[in-house]
């Protein structure tokens, strides 16, 4: 059982804003955000912030949430990737996103063998418009503190930074500034 309390900087456990908020404020029936505290929910997760992130997507779901495969996330950062963008995963739990890129990751580095057909899967998508291109220099990427790799995708003239790790947000794309 989680309880719901505030931090007081306005906002719910887990960094949730009063935007993430308004899913539990219908849930709860409740008109502002300091009526969500001491409302309590059930779930199976072991820490606060992914109970609430799970019960997020539930609500956003309708209450009738089904996990996607390991498999189709990393399909949908291959998609996205391919149209020059960054996946959204807004509709999945971070826990399973997590899991999904923890399980091609050897340590520090991602897996070599996927990490090839991944690369393969994007230039695919694209009809070979676009490659993901490993960054033997990581200059101007945001340094990641943790299990990361750092590409440029390409496109043409177009060059965009990529960084991909096990994390619950585990794509950023950003467009490079010469």
Known sequence: MWGLQADGF??????????????????????????????????????ASSALDLLLVQLRHGGKYVPPSYESLR????????????????????ETVFNAFYAVWDGWVPN?????????????????EVVLEEATDTKGFVMIKGPAAYFFLKKGEEV???????????????????
């Open 112 to 128: 070599a063998e996927w990490l090839k057909s991944f690369q393969q899967r994007i230039w695919d998508l694209s009809n070979g």
């Open 10 to 47: 306005g906002t719910i456990m887990g960094g949730c804003s009063y935007t993430k908020a308004q899913p539990l404020m219908q849930h709860f029936k409740v008109l502002s955000l300091p009526q969500l505290v001491g409302k309590s929910f059930e779930s199976e997760k072991e820490d």
């Open 160 to 178: 965009c930074y990529v960084d991909i790790g096990p994390y619950s947000n585990p794509v950023s794309v950003w467009v490079r500034e010469e």
């Open 75 to 94: 399909e949908r950062a291959a998609q996205a990737l391919a149209q020059m963008q960054a996946p959204s995963y807004e509709d999945v739990d971070g």
